[in-house]
């Protein structure tokens, strides 16, 4: 299973990858507190996915791309563990690469997820708030061991219904995904890919679609 990004235009996924829709969930305080499955696409062991936000045909490439979209690659190349913050919680530790933020919100339900891990008692609920998060930005560690939910390889397509906004593509399981050079990014359990074309830390989602998505 693959991702390549295409110069200037789609992802282009190879391997049978499973695509489905998730949506956010979010409490009558409108704090993302879960995900709710979507349909499932029909895919099939070749496909392309849009990158630049202006397909018809969402969230597939319809070739719109070839209007003058600029995919060039800005990401700094820097590892999760390289990027993160630590912070030191009550026998657990946050790591906080915020670069990667996607801005689907869990991490602020229950007062944050950072003052969440002030406290042992709260664990399971940091580290679910932390899992939720799709862009993996958050991960708790705990006697040295990243905490991570086993997520399937796929590909989810974020609807973020509370806020009215196309999120970003939600890759799961740990899935290469190769530059348009040919290098491989760190393989990680969860990721989020820009769909609207205006991240400025591309191929990454940096929430752009908030302010600009259509
Ligand atoms: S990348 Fe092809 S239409 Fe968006």
């Keep these: ?47 392309h996915l849009c990158r630049c936000g202006k397909s018809k045909n969402k969230p597939f490439c319809d070739g719109s791309h070839t209007c003058g979209f600029d995919g060039t690659e800005t990401a700094d190349g820097l590892s999760y563990d390289d990027a993160a913050i630590i912070y030191h919680g009550d026998g657990m530790e946050l790591m906080d690469s915020e670069s990667l933020c996607a801005v689907a919100r869990f991490c602020d339900a229950a007062g944050s997820t950072w003052r969440l891990i002030g ?25 040295g061991k990243k905490l991570e939910q086993e997520l399937p390889k796929e590909i989810a397509v974020v609807e973020d219904e509370p806020e009215g906004k196309r999120g970003p593509l939600w890759v799961r399981g740990g899935i290469e995904i190769e530059g348009e050079d040919g290098s491989v990014y760190e393989v ?27």
């Design 1 to 47: 299973m693959r991702i390549k990004i295409r110069k200037n235009g789609p992802y282009e996924v190879t391997g049978n990858v499973p695509l489905k829709e998730m949506k956010i969930g979010a409490n009558r305080a409108g704090e993302s507190v879960c995900w709710e499955e979507g349909r499932t696409f029909e895919t099939g062991e070749t496909y």
């Design 119 to 143: 406290s042992a008692d709260n664990e399971e609920l940091a580290v679910r708030q932390a899992c939720n998060c799709p862009s993996g930005r958050l991960t708790v560690v705990k006697d």
């Design 188 to 214: 990680r359990n969860r990721v989020t890919l820009c769909r609207c074309g205006h991240s400025s830390n591309k191929p990454f989602c940096d929430a752009m679609h908030m302010e600009d998505g259509e």
